[in-house]
């Protein structure tokens, strides 16, 4: 990999974390599942959708209310899934690119910047018997 590719690499990385990072609150706070009134949970005041819960037009109503809804919360818990999914798939990346950085290092300055590495053959002829 040549440097401007290793720069953007590392610049997208930089930004999948950011937002990840940034994302990850808020579907948690989204999914977590609100007390029942009936059980005395008074530490979450956010209100109850009174619509449809199966209604995508009523559960964005409900997210701009900011009343909790039950497909809003299972959209969100599962987001947060594959946000769970995507950090680490960016851990391992993480992981593998060091172990190719350390590879490139120990490489010739010679070597072509390819993934190709050419080898020497030599064909040798049997010996008469």
Partial sequence: MTGDHAELTA??????????ERLE???QKVAAPMPDAEA???GD??????????????????????EQH???TLVAGQASTLLAALREA???????????????????????PSA?????VRITEPEPR
Avoid: K, Q
């Fill in 11 to 20: 610049e997208l990385r930089a930004l999948a974390e950011t937002v990840l």
């Fill in 25 to 27: 609150p808020i579907l």
């Fill in 40 to 42: 005395g949970g008074a």
């Fill in 45 to 66: 005041d956010r209100p109850t959708c009174s619509t449809c819960t199966w209604c995508p037009l009523c559960a964005l109503a409900a997210l701009i209310r900011g």
């Fill in 70 to 72: 039950d497909l809003v």
């Fill in 90 to 112: 960016l851990d391992a990346h993480d992981t593998a690119g060091g172990e190719a950085r350390a590879t490139a290092a120990t490489t010739p300055a010679s070597a072509p």
């Fill in 116 to 120: 190709f590495v050419p080898i020497d």
